[in-house]
């Protein structure tokens, strides 16, 4: 067989138009290593579980074609079951998405066995994930077990009686807040250049970050490397509580810092960030001994070839525990970690990032949660934010199409506003900001076409001014005479080009309610066929010289080879080419009916062709396109570009 696929890929070479060097196919799958996608740090034990189904959401960094899990019993004073796990799309509840769940194995069993101090990972399995998305992974406890367990999950995860692994919805839950046993999800995908393990304390933990709502640093930061064409997993290993130097909140930096970061799958960069606080605050050792702590993970790190980027120690002035000798060590680290010397490979500064200007020893207001120790959602924001993508090289691909919501939490707001969140009304992620200050300035830039701008309607409402690109557009009146309104399109600009455009917000009523919920972006755009994952049975000629978008393409001749690509958007039209040597390939969108695209033809060569259409798609959910070569040997399966619309 082996002979026979090479002498077919010879006799259509020609056909091709390939070039001598088109450029190395896809290794195979079980030839590729793997990736952490999401992580957490196991740092101790929790209440025993006896006999339940364990149900846990995990929010992913990169997306790939296979996957595995890891599970940890490494804190258990005896050997551990699990049974039954498996992996599937999550309705962002209890509830998973029927017809995904996906079975995992272990060498082969249905359950597996980790002794006390263990660990384990399943077999690999074929199951799409994407990048920026929510998991669920679920497994069965048949006995009693201590858990070993990440204890602030800020993920509402969920435990019901007996095995339910493989329900669609859990009988008799109960929520949990912790991981337990699950310590990462892996992928393999070909363009996945490296992890970066975010290594940390609280504030990488994301102590005050908004509970389901995956707004931690390192949320952030893998969102910001996803939109920038980045292919880079991201790994939260922050512990809340943890120091560099003493145990507590789990295991000392200096003593997890080989399992929990160099032993991450695929890790090529460690950002290290606030565990000297904790020191610093709980007993203010010498600064000599931090800086020494630092050097050996850092020595550490480079010894196995990974990057170390340092990352400045945030403001706590007005902690009740704060006291000038205590800052005064705080910058003394910065100092070192600053200095040319420090042995750091770059620098995340988070001090700037989130220092008040007018007194930089306490947090900027607007990013203080309120205990001057950890940053709000605001100030995790800022902290991803500062982390220069630089450091990870040049992007793998073109950039995704990205998630078009912006949450109110998304724009940058003078003193006169105020966010309002928990409201059970219905608001995009149940939070607002709001103002009765006339002349309050809300603004966003954004890339795109056009706008929406989402708010409430109400009895008290105000009115706005609404300025896109310094031009005034509109006058927005928020009031009304009937019930509240929510999730409200109060204005809407379209027929930009595309582009980074701003769109400003001026609160226009004293002592009534300018409201700002969220922005959803629309856009036009075409991303070209390597913006999708692909199996080993593709190939990617580049050079062709026909007229293919970005002159290249992804073919197979294959039957079965699949390709999947994910995206938000109203509309999706995917390109192909129409040729005497194209076969059929089926084409669906989130799993749904598959629609048969035949690329023959008995006439010239047409590129850049349109073969399939999806039109009326909801705008604010993440949508899958999935295709498979059904072209028997020697037909061919074809994917030129896809052009992506958000009306």
Same mark, same amino acid.
């Given at each position: 067989?082996?002979?026979?696929?090479?002498?077919?890929?010879?006799?259509?070479?020609?056909?091709?138009?390939?070039?001598?060097?088109?450029?190395?196919?896809?290794?195979?799958?079980?030839?590729?290593?793997?990736?952490?996608?999401?992580?957490?740090?196991?740092?101790?034990?929790?209440?025993?579980?006896?006999?339940?189904?364990?149900?846990?959401?995990?929010?992913?960094?990169?997306?790939?074609?296979?996957?595995?899990?890891?599970?940890?019993?490494?804190?258990?004073?005896?050997?551990?079951?699990?049974?039954?796990?498996?992996?599937?799309?999550?309705?962002?509840?209890?509830?998973?998405?029927?017809?995904?769940?996906?079975?995992?194995?272990? $060498?082969?069993?249905?359950?597996?066995?980790?002794?006390?101090?263990?660990?384990?990972?399943?077999?690999?399995?074929? /199951?799409?994930?994407?990048?920026?998305?929510?998991?669920?992974?679920?497994?069965?406890?048949?006995?009693?077990?201590?858990?070993?367990?990440?204890?602030?999950?800020?993920?509402?995860?969920?435990?019901?009686?007996?095995?339910?692994?493989?329900?669609?919805?859990?009988?008799?839950?109960?929520?949990?807040?912790?991981?337990?046993?699950?310590?990462?999800?892996?992928?393999?995908?070909?363009?996945?250049?490296?992890?970066?393990?975010?290594?940390?304390?609280?504030?990488?933990?994301?102590?005050?970050?908004?509970?389901?709502?995956?707004? %931690?640093?390192?949320?952030?930061?893998?969102?910001?490397?996803?939109?920038?064409?980045?292919?880079?997993?991201?790994?939260?290993?922050?512990?809340?509580?943890?120091?560099?130097?003493?145990?507590?909140?789990?295991?000392?930096?200096?003593?997890?810092?080989?399992?929990?970061?160099?032993?991450?799958?695929?890790?090529?960069?460690?950002?290290?960030?606030?565990?000297?606080?904790?020191?610093?605050?709980?007993?203010?050792?010498?600064?000599?001994?931090? =800086?020494?702590?630092?050097?050996?993970?850092?020595?550490?790190?480079?010894?196995?070839?990974?990057?170390?980027?340092?990352?400045?120690?945030?403001?706590?002035?007005?902690?009740?525990?704060?006291?000038?000798?205590?800052?005064?060590?705080?910058?003394?680290?910065?100092?070192?970690?600053?200095?040319?010397?420090?042995?750091?490979?770059?620098?995340?500064?988070?001090?700037?990032?989130?220092?008040?200007?007018?007194?930089?020893?306490?947090?900027?207001?607007?990013? $203080?949660?309120?205990?001057?120790?950890?940053?709000?959602?605001?100030?995790?924001?800022?902290?991803?934010?500062?982390?220069?993508?630089?450091?990870?090289?040049?992007?793998?691909?073109?950039?995704?199409?990205?998630?078009?919501?912006?949450?109110? =939490?998304?724009?940058?707001?003078?003193?006169?506003?105020?966010?309002?969140?928990?409201?059970?009304?219905?608001?995009?992620?149940?939070?607002?900001? /709001?103002?009765?200050?006339?002349?309050?300035?809300?603004?966003?830039?954004?890339?795109?076409?056009?706008?929406?701008?989402?708010?409430?309607?109400?009895?008290?409402?105000?009115?706005?001014?609404?300025?896109?690109?310094?031009?005034?557009?509109?006058?927005?009146?928020?009031?009304?005479?009937?019930?509240?309104?929510?999730?409200?399109?109060?204005?809407?600009?379209?027929?930009?080009?595309?582009?980074?455009?701003?769109?400003?917000?001026?609160?226009?009523?004293?002592?009534?309610?300018?409201?700002?919920?969220?922005?959803?972006?629309?856009?036009?755009? =075409?991303?070209?066929?390597?913006?999708?994952?692909?199996?080993?049975?593709?190939?990617?000629?580049?050079?062709?010289?026909?007229?293919?978008?970005?002159?290249?393409?992804?073919?197979?001749?294959?039957?079965?080879?699949?390709?999947?690509? /994910?995206?938000?958007?109203?509309?999706?039209?995917?390109?192909?080419? %129409?040729?005497?040597?194209?076969?059929?390939?089926?084409?669906?969108?989130?799993?749904?009916?598959?629609?048969?695209?035949?690329?023959?033809? =008995?006439?010239? %060569?047409?590129?850049?062709?349109?073969?399939?259409?999806?039109?009326?798609?909801?705008?604010?959910?993440?949508?899958?396109?999935?295709?498979?070569?059904?072209?028997?040997?020697?037909?061919?399966?074809?994917?030129?570009?896809?052009?992506?619309?958000?009306?």
């Amino acid at each position: 067989m082996l002979r026979t696929l090479r002498q077919v890929l010879a006799a259509v070479t020609a056909v091709l138009v390939i070039p001598a060097v088109a450029g190395p196919a896809h290794a195979a799958a079980d030839d590729l290593p793997w990736a952490g996608t999401w992580a957490t740090a196991m740092q101790g034990t929790g209440p025993a579980v006896t006999d339940q189904t364990i149900r846990q959401i995990v929010h992913t960094s990169v997306g790939g074609p296979a996957v595995r899990v890891r599970l940890s019993n490494r804190f258990g004073p005896a050997p551990v079951t699990l049974a039954d796990v498996h992996v599937a799309e999550t309705l962002h509840t209890s509830d998973i998405v029927p017809g995904t769940s996906t079975r995992l194995t272990f $060498d082969g069993s249905a359950s597996v066995t980790i002794p006390a101090g263990g660990e384990v990972a399943s077999d690999p399995a074929t /199951f799409a994930v994407a990048p920026d998305a929510d998991v669920s992974v679920s497994f069965h406890v048949p006995g009693t077990a201590v858990a070993t367990q990440h204890g602030a999950a800020r993920q509402v995860n969920y435990a019901a009686p007996g095995n339910q692994s493989a329900a669609a919805t859990l009988t008799g839950r109960q929520p949990r807040f912790s991981y337990v046993f699950l310590s990462g999800l892996d992928v393999r995908n070909p363009r996945v250049t490296g992890t970066v393990v975010a290594f940390g304390a609280s504030i990488t933990d994301g102590t005050s970050a908004t509970e389901n709502l995956n707004r %931690r640093w390192p949320n952030r930061l893998a969102t910001r490397l996803n939109d920038a064409g980045y292919q880079v997993g991201v790994l939260n290993q922050g512990i809340s509580g943890n120091n560099l130097l003493r145990d507590g909140g789990g295991p000392a930096a200096v003593t997890r810092f080989q399992h929990d970061a160099l032993d991450q799958p695929g890790v090529r960069w460690v950002i290290f960030s606030d565990d000297p606080i904790n020191d610093i605050n709980n007993y203010n050792p010498p600064v000599t001994l931090l =800086t020494d702590g630092l050097s050996r993970l850092i020595a550490a790190a480079h010894a196995r070839n990974v990057k170390f980027i340092c990352s400045t120690l945030t403001p706590v002035k007005g902690l009740p525990s704060w006291t000038p000798a205590k800052e005064a060590s705080r910058q003394a680290v910065n100092a070192f970690l600053r200095s040319p010397s420090s042995g750091c490979d770059g620098i995340v500064d988070q001090a700037a990032a989130t220092g008040d200007p007018a007194d930089p020893e306490m947090f900027r207001p607007a990013y $203080d949660s309120g205990d001057h120790l950890h940053p709000n959602d605001a100030g995790l924001q800022a902290i991803a934010d500062a982390v220069p993508l630089s450091l990870f090289g040049t992007p793998a691909g073109p950039a995704p199409i990205s998630n078009p919501m912006v949450d109110d =939490t998304g724009l940058t707001y003078d003193a006169g506003w105020r966010p309002s969140g928990n409201r059970g009304l219905g608001d995009w992620q149940d939070n607002i900001h /709001f103002t009765s200050t006339a002349g309050a300035v809300a603004h966003h830039t954004f890339t795109g076409t056009g706008a929406e701008l989402w708010a409430e309607t109400n009895g008290d409402g105000g009115t706005m001014d609404i300025y896109v690109d310094d031009v005034f557009r509109s006058t927005v009146d928020l009031r009304s005479t009937g019930p509240r309104q929510v999730r409200q399109v109060v204005f809407r600009s379209t027929g930009l080009a595309h582009g980074t455009h701003t769109i400003r917000i001026v609160s226009g009523t004293a002592g009534r309610i300018a409201m700002v919920d969220a922005l959803r972006i629309l856009s036009d755009r =075409t991303v070209n066929d390597t913006g999708a994952e692909y199996d080993s049975g593709w190939r990617h000629p580049a050079g062709r010289g026909l007229g293919d978008v970005d002159d290249d393409v992804h073919y197979t001749l294959v039957p079965g080879s699949t390709a999947e690509f /994910f995206f938000y958007g109203t509309d999706i039209h995917l390109l192909s080419e %129409r040729n005497g040597d194209e076969g059929t390939m089926d084409v669906s969108i989130d799993g749904g009916p598959a629609t048969v695209v035949d690329l023959h033809t =008995t006439g010239a %060569r047409q590129v850049r062709q349109t073969v399939f259409t999806a039109t009326g798609l909801n705008p604010t959910q993440r949508h899958r396109m999935t295709i498979v070569s059904t072209a028997a040997v020697p037909r061919i399966g074809m994917i030129d570009a896809f052009q992506v619309i958000s009306r």
